[in-house]
C-alpha cells in the first residue's frame, strides 16, 4: 500500500478534472455565489464544507448544468459548463441532497429507466443493475417499490443510480444527510470504495467529521466564498491553539471544572462528554497542575493526553462562525 | 447528440405510461369523461348519434393527452424527478418532448379505442389516412397545450384548474356539441382560435359528415398551434432552470 501522503501527492500532480473561475449567482438580486474559485483534482475526493446556505447546492446546480451561473467560468471533465454541459454529463453522475427516484418503480426499474436515459446499451444494462444491486446490498430488494424502500435503501438506490453509467467524476451532495449512524457509516466506506476505484469525488457537506474522514482537500464556503482551501491536516495547523491536554479522570468529581480553573498553570477548561480540554501556558505546567490536582484529591487518572487542534477548531477560527450554525439542518431544524 | 435525445425522448415517454398514464385516474378521466358527456347527449337525441361521433373523438383526443400532464410534469418538478431527468445527456427540450410524447402515446391508445368502436359499431365510413393524420396531430397540439399550462404554475392542482378552463371552453365553443356555424358571430370568431376546431372539423370530413371545410388548413393550423404551444412552453422550462 501506498503511504498516504505519496498518494496525495500523486492527485496533486494529476489533470485538473473541474476547474472553476470567478463562479457567481445570484438569486432574484440575492448573491449566492460570490465569485468563487477553485479546481478538483482527478481521483480526489474534494470537500466542499459551509453551513447550509453558504451556497454548495447552488455550485453544484451551476457544474452540473442544473442552473446557469451569473458570471464566472467553469470547466467539467473538459467542457465548458454554459456550452458543453451535455457532453460533460456522460462522465459524471450525481447524487443529489434528495433521493428522488420514482416512487412507482422498483429499484430495478429505476436503475434500468437510468441505464436507458444514459444510453448504456441493452446488453450491458442487466448486468451493470445486478452488480450494483449486489454492490449495494440490494440485490434481494430488486423488485420492491421504491417508496417502499427505507430513507437508507432509498439512497442506496439513488447512488446506485448515479453509477449506472460509470462516471468519471461523482457529485454527492449532502450524502448522509437524514441517515441513520449505521446507514451514514456504510455510506461513508462506499464513497471511499469509489474513490479508490478511480472515482472523483465532489463532496458538499456540512458535517466535519465526514469532511475529515473522508476528503482530500477541503474548501471551506461561507455566504458564497471559498474562505480556506487546503488537505485537513493544514486547515488544522492554520488554528493558532494554546497548549492543551485532554484528560480523564476516574471518578470526575462534580466541582472539576472550577477547581481546575483555579490551579496555577490552567488557563481555561471544557468538558466534552468524560473528557476535559484543558488550556494553559504550556504543556509542562498544565501536565504538572493536572497530577497536582489528582493528588490532593485522591483521584485516579484514566487518560491523558496533548489535544491537537480538530477541523471544528480551524473551522470555528477561520469562519468566526459557531459550529451550532453548522450543525442547523435545512429549515432550521 | 441528437440520437442521444431522440432516445431521451422515447424512453421518458414510456416510462411515463407506466408510472402515470396507464393508472385508473388517467384512463376514467381520458376515456370516461368524454364516453359520459357524450351517453348524456346520446339519451337526449338518440337519432342523432352519428353526427357526435367526430365530436366524441375530438373530446376523447383532448381529455387523454391532457389526463395526467399536470401530473407528469409538476409532481416531479416538485419531487426533483424532473431535475433527475436534467442530469441525464439530454437538452431540457428532448425532456419536455418526452413528457410531450407520453400523452400523444397514451391520448393515441384511447382515441383508438373510442374511434374504432364508434367507427365499427356505427358503420361509418372513414378516409383512415386523414382521420390518423389530424388525430395524430390534434394530440400533439393538445399534450403541447397541456405542457405549456403545466409549465406556467408551480403546482398540481393549479396546473389541473388551468387545464379545466381551456378544456371546457373548447368543448362547448369548437362543434363538440353544437356545430360552430350555428355559434353567434362574436363567439364563432372566439372559437376559430381554439384547436379543438380544427380537431372536430378534421375528424367531421375524414368521416365525411361535412363537405364543405377545408381538410388541408385544418392539417396546417394544427401544425401550428403545436408549435405556438411547444416553443413557448420550452421556454418557460428553461427559465425554471436559469
Redesign the interface.
Known amino acids: 500500500m501506498r503511504p498516504l501522503e505519496q498518494t496525495f501527492e500523486m492527485k496533486q500532480d494529476s489533470a485538473n478534472v473541474i476547474s472553476v473561475s470567478g463562479l457567481t449567482k445570484y438569486y432574484d438580486g440575492l448573491l449566492a455565489v460570490d465569485g468563487i474559485d477553485f479546481e478538483v483534482k482527478e481521483g480526489e475526493v474534494f470537500g466542499f464544507l459551509g453551513p447550509n446556505g453558504a451556497g454548495k447546492t447552488t455550485t453544484i446546480r451551476m457544474l452540473?448544468?442544473?442552473?446557469?451561473p451569473s458570471a464566472g467560468t467553469a470547466q467539467v471533465l473538459g467542457h465548458d459548463i454554459r456550452t458543453g454541459i451535455?457532453?460533460a454529463?456522460?462522465e459524471f453522475g450525481?447524487v443529489?441532497e434528495?433521493s428522488?427516484?420514482?416512487d412507482?418503480?422498483t429499484a430495478l426499474?429505476n436503475l434500468v429507466?437510468?441505464a436507458?436515459?444514459?444510453?448504456v446499451p441493452s446488453d450491458e444494462r442487466v448486468k451493470r443493475t445486478g452488480e450494483l444491486l449486489k454492490t449495494f446490498g440490494l440485490f434481494e430488494k430488486k423488485g420492491a417499490r421504491f417508496s417502499t424502500l427505507s430513507r437508507g435503501m432509498k439512497r442506496a438506490v439513488t447512488i446506485a443510480?448515479a453509477l449506472i453509467h460509470r462516471p468519471k467524476l461523482l457529485f454527492l451532495d449532502e450524502p448522509t444527510v437524514g441517515l441513520d449512524v449505521v446507514n451514514a457509516r456504510s455510506l461513508r466506506s462506499l464513497i471511499q470504495k469509489l474513490n479508490h476505484q478511480g472515482v472523483t469525488i465532489f463532496l458538499t457537506t456540512h458535517y466535519l467529521e465526514e469532511a475529515d474522514l473522508l476528503c482530500d482537500r477541503i474548501a471551506i464556503l461561507v455566504r458564497g466564498q471559498v474562505v480556506a482551501l487546503d488537505t485537513s491536516d493544514n486547515l488544522k495547523q492554520l488554528v493558532k491553539s494554546e497548549p492543551a491536554c485532554e484528560v480523564r479522570f476516574a471518578p470526575t468529581p462534580e466541582e472539576v471544572i472550577s477547581d481546575l480553573e483555579k490551579q496555577r498553570g490552567i488557563h481555561r477548561v471544557e468538558s466534552s462528554g468524560a473528557n476535559l480540554h484543558l488550556y494553559g501556558e504550556s504543556m509542562p505546567s498544565l501536565t504538572e497542575a493536572i497530577f497536582q490536582y489528582a493528588s490532593q484529591k485522591g483521584l485516579e487518572i484514566a487518560s491523558i493526553s496533548s489535544a491537537k487542534p480538530t477541523l471544528e477548531d480551524a473551522f470555528v477560527q477561520i469562519t468566526g462562525m459557531s459550529l451550532e450554525a453548522m450543525l442547523v439542518e435545512k429549515g432550521g431544524r | 447528440?441528437w440520437k442521444?435525445n431522440l432516445?431521451?425522448i422515447y424512453?421518458?415517454a414510456i416510462?411515463d405510461m407506466?408510472?402515470?398514464y396507464l393508472k385508473p385516474p388517467a384512463v376514467s378521466w381520458g376515456i370516461a369523461f368524454p364516453l359520459a358527456w357524450i351517453f348524456a347527449f346520446y339519451l337526449r337525441n338518440p337519432q342523432d348519434f352519428r353526427e357526435l361521433v367526430p365530436g366524441l373523438i375530438a373530446m376523447t383526443v383532448l381529455f387523454s393527452t391532457t389526463a395526467a400532464e399536470a401530473v407528469v410534469i409538476n409532481f416531479e418538478l416538485r419531487?426533483?424527478?424532473l431535475?433527475?431527468?436534467?442530469?441525464?445527456?439530454?437538452?431540457l427540450s428532448a425532456v419536455l418532448l418526452g413528457k410531450i410524447l407520453g400523452g400523444v402515446i397514451f391520448g393515441f391508445m384511447m382515441t383508438a379505442i373510442v374511434t374504432l368502436g364508434t367507427v365499427s359499431v356505427l358503420g361509418l365510413q372513414a378516409n383512415a389516412p386523414f382521420l390518423v393524420l389530424i388525430i395524430i396531430l390534434s394530440l400533439f397540439a393538445f399534450s403541447s397545450l397541456g405542457a405549456l399550462l403545466c409549465v406556467l404554475v408551480k403546482e398540481v392542482f393549479e396546473a389541473q384548474t388551468l387545464l379545466n378552463l381551456p378544456r371546457f371552453v373548447m368543448i362547448f365553443l369548437c362543434g363538440v356539441v353544437y356545430p360552430v356555424s350555428a355559434l353567434p358571430p362574436a363567439v364563432k370568431h372566439f372559437a376559430y382560435v381554439l384547436p379543438l376546431t380544427y380537431t372536430v372539423d378534421g375528424v367531421q370530413q375524414s368521416l365525411g359528415s361535412v363537405q364543405s371545410g377545408n381538410i388541408i388548413l385544418d392539417i396546417f393550423v394544427l401544425i401550428a398551434f403545436t408549435l405556438v404551444f411547444i416553443f413557448p412552453a420550452i421556454k418557460l422550462l428553461a427559465k425554471k432552470?436559469?
Open positions: 452540473t448544468g442544473l442552473s446557469q451535455t457532453l454529463k456522460k450525481v443529489p434528495v428522488n427516484l420514482y412507482e418503480l426499474e429507466f437510468m436507458q436515459l444514459y444510453g443510480a | 447528440m442521444d432516445r431521451g424512453y421518458i416510462k407506466k408510472t402515470y419531487l426533483g424527478s431535475e433527475r431527468l436534467l442530469l441525464a445527456p439530454i437538452s432552470f436559469a
